[in-house]
């Protein structure tokens, strides 16, 4: 978008604001602050009405007048304003009693996040995370190893903070509605009138605005996961919502009064939900509707026939993590809106009249660039307040891009109007500052450099982030067979240099030792798509004996090359990572396993190493996996081997290490 186009919308909402001000001005009635002495002589501030009818013979004494009462106004002292604050919240909450001088974080963090934030903190915490001023701090948990809080102060928060040991079901100042219907379900699914050992590590930073990235995903975790996170964003929903419509009843009412009213975005819709399958996003919304406990539904009957299936084919022999994954529709190109009202959830909605939005990365994107359209169709993704990207690995596995892409289009300024209210717009969209506030959870099984880099130059929270890091026992305790294991390690300078470092070490000395061997049944199992293009044409210019799996090979291929690597028609198979992740195939005729580069997904080590096993001990003597791996590969290398081995491997003096 043009720059000249931000500064019209932006000079809108200034427009509109002055005339606001410039017609309550000419009132007949003004409205002024008179003070009162109480008994112990403190002061407060009565609102009055003074009535003056317009002459202009005294429009010189008028503005006098008008004068003093600006100055008492201006005069009121910083704690009548906080309670001036703290009536407002009350007056916008289910009658619970906020204070908001509390010191044990009694206030309601969306209110200070998002309904009053500290002005002159908002400026400072946002130059510091522009200039990247982040503060590291390590806190161990039981179970899931270090909780790393990257703050911009070591002294104070830009919003109010829950304490881990805090964050059980009473105090997370939840809508009243929500309360009964999560109580509802937690004893249904989980037998707890509380939280969830998970729920409660993750509820603090959750319902304190801050962003995590919580890498302890899986399918046994996942529903109570999910169930945490649909409870918040719809209790910033409702609450988003109560607090627009009280503001409407006090314009109505008090139509001369100089009040701002800023609680809104440029665009409705407030949630981004990015999922990987269609089958996904029906489970999701079956919890909001679950949690929600709205008394209708509109649409539901058309959304199930639209994201089930009538017969899920899945192979019920393949491992479980598979099954979680695949059960039911996986088509990956979807979006939908849900419209959350009083009782009332609206699926398919128009995005414009939603406010959560569930998409596929791939459907969002499609969208966003939609064919025939001169301005990128992204004006809904200017309020987004809470992002959620839930299972990350499994978007990484369809194309991580897509992601990146969608995140490049949040929180910028629309493009058209939309029947904008600027009126009632925040000050920190009108100023470009909503993605310091946007809060952003990311749900994955693991860690990968492309979702860390994400984390690290994407999420920009000013009230700070959080990301789990865990201590791996390792997959390889999951090799229960007596094969040698070798890993090898290389010295590329960095990680850009690291592609091309290993395939001069397997063309020069892996490869050499493979067409040497009198023994076949060689598989080189290669991660990265490029790569294994790169090794492809070069084995067919060499005209190696060889055959490949690929995640585009069509079934009949598999096929072919599945039988001519069994029946040692061909020496060597090529495997890529997404053809093991989206088929998990069980191959025969292994002897030898070769990893180019190590599986992102730790389970695919001790699945592959199999390929080898013998039911018959005595025959696995002869056969062996070799290993590559780098310094760069840690990430990897640690999931696999286990943390304790990670430091020795990576930094130690030896390049050879066997396990057996």
């Excluded at 002061?43 to 003074?50: K, L, S």
């Amino acid at each position: 978008m043009k720059t000249s186009k931000k500064i019209k919308i932006a000079n809108i909402a200034r427009k509109r604001h002055t005339h606001k001000n410039e017609k309550s001005q000419n009132l007949e009635h003004i409205k002024a602050k008179k003070e009162i002495k109480t008994k112990n002589d403190s002061t407060i501030f009565q609102t009055v009405e003074i009535a003056e009818l317009q002459k202009p013979k005294k429009q010189k004494q008028k503005s006098t007048k008008k004068t003093g009462n600006l100055k008492i106004y201006e005069n009121i002292t910083e704690k009548n304003k906080n309670v001036e604050l703290n009536n407002e919240i009350t007056s916008c909450s289910d009658s619970e009693n906020y204070n908001f001088n509390n010191k044990e974080n009694n206030i309601d963090p969306f209110y200070h996040h998002y309904q009053f934030p500290d002005e002159i903190k908002l400026k400072s915490f946002i130059k510091k995370a522009n200039e990247n001023k982040w503060i590291t701090k390590k806190i161990k948990i039981a179970e899931f190893g270090e909780l790393i809080q990257y703050k911009l102060s070591e002294t104070s928060n830009f919003g109010i903070e829950l304490k881990i040991i805090n964050s059980n079901f009473s105090n997370l100042k939840l809508k009243k509605k929500l309360r009964e219907s999560f109580f509802k379900h937690q004893t249904i699914y989980y037998s707890l009138n509380s939280l969830t050992n998970i729920q409660h590590i993750l509820a603090a930073p959750i319902f304190s605005y801050q962003d995590f990235l919580f890498t302890y995903l899986n399918y046994n975790n996942k529903k109570e996961v999910r169930a945490l996170y649909i409870l918040h964003l719809l209790n910033h929903i409702y609450k988003t919502r109560h607090y627009i419509l009280r503001n409407n009843e006090k314009i109505q009412r008090f139509q001369n009064s100089q009040i701002e009213y800023r609680d809104q975005g440029f665009t409705r819709p407030k949630i981004l939900i990015l999922l990987s399958t269609k089958n996904s996003c029906l489970e999701v919304v079956q919890t909001i509707i679950d949690i929600s406990g709205t008394e209708q539904q509109e649409n539901r009957k058309r959304f199930i026939n639209e994201y089930s299936i009538e017969i899920d084919n899945i192979n019920m022999s393949k491992p479980a993590d598979y099954k979680n994954l695949f059960i039911g529709n996986t088509d990956d190109m979807f979006r939908i809106g849900i419209k959350v009202t009083r009782k009332t959830l609206k699926i398919f909605s128009n995005f414009y009249n939603s406010d959560i939005i569930l998409a596929s990365p791939l459907g969002l994107r499609l969208l966003i660039d939609e064919k025939g359209s001169k301005k990128k169709n992204r004006d809904y993704l200017s309020s987004i307040e809470i992002t959620i990207i839930d299972n990350a690995n499994a978007l990484q596995m369809q194309n991580w891009e897509h992601v990146s892409y969608i995140f490049d289009n949040l929180n910028l300024l629309p493009n058209e109007i939309h029947e904008c209210d600027f009126s009632r717009v925040r000050n920190w969209y009108l100023d470009e500052n909503s993605r310091f506030l946007r809060q952003t959870l990311i749900f994955s099984e693991y860690m990968t450099p492309e979702i860390n880099s994400l984390f690290m130059n994407f999420l920009f929270n000013i009230s700070g982030k959080n990301k789990i890091k865990q201590v791996y026992k390792g997959s390889i305790e999951d090799v229960k067979y007596k094969i040698q294991q070798i890993f090898l390690r290389l010295h590329p300078s960095d990680p850009s240099a690291d592609p091309d470092i290993k395939f001069l070490y397997f063309k020069t000395s892996i490869l050499p030792n493979i067409i040497r061997s009198k023994e076949n049944g060689f598989i080189v199992f290669i991660p990265s798509y490029f790569d294994f293009i790169r090794i492809r044409n070069y084995l067919s210019k060499e005209e190696t004996s060889f055959t490949f799996i690929s995640e585009y090979s069509s079934n009949s291929d598999v096929s072919k090359a599945r039988s001519y690597f069994n029946t040692r028609n061909k020496k060597i198979l090529l495997y890529t990572e997404r053809a093991h992740y989206y088929r998990r195939y069980n191959i025969k005729g292994a002897n030898t396993i070769i990893f180019y580069s190590l599986p992102e997904n730790p389970l695919f080590y001790p699945e592959l190493i199999r390929f080898m096993n013998d039911t018959n001990e005595n025959r696995n003597y002869n056969k062996q996996s070799k290993a590559l791996f780098s310094k760069w590969d840690a990430l990897k290398l640690e999931r696999i081997v286990g943390s304790k081995r990670l430091s020795l491997m990576c930094h130690g003096t030896n390049d050879i290490f066997e396990f057996l």
